[in-house]
């Protein structure tokens, strides 16, 4: 129960490099966000965001809109995560936290314009982190 309760701060720890065996909780968030629900929740989130930004049709809605240029400009990386997290391989949590932040934080990289090419920086950084051969703790 305190891991729900604590998903997002978990989920921001473990982004940003927390280490898995830093408390149970985190472990067992990490288990969590690995598995094939949640890694398809992503592959969906990150499909419906290169829907969004290529229909140039305005829509009503209440969702933060992507930045169009930017993800536009990050297909190929979206994509490549997109298959990454629908593959059978394992991951690591840090890269699925690290992309959920993106996907769901409103001034990150993917609703905001930042630096040009920040979001596909980002979006490689998290393809790199979701490889569990690389040790971040």
Request: net charge positive.
């Amino acid at each position: 129960m305190i891991v729900r309760w604590q998903a997002a701060s978990l989920d921001r720890d473990l982004a940003a490099g927390v280490s898995l065996r830093s408390s149970d909780a985190h472990a067992l968030r990490a288990v969590r966000i690995t598995g094939r629900r949640r890694r398809a929740n992503l592959a969906d989130g990150l499909a419906r965001v290169l829907r969004s930004a290529s229909d140039s049709r305005r829509q009503l809605t209440a969702a933060v809109p992507p930045d169009q240029r930017a993800v536009l400009a990050a297909r190929p990386v979206i994509e490549v995560l997109r298959r990454r997290l629908l593959s059978p391989e394992p991951v690591a949590a840090r890269g699925v936290a690290m992309l959920g932040e993106l996907l769901v934080e409103p001034t990150s990289p993917l609703y905001r314009a930042h630096d040009p090419g920040a979001l596909g920086s980002r979006l490689r950084a998290a393809a790199a982190a979701l490889e569990p051969g690389i040790r971040w703790d």
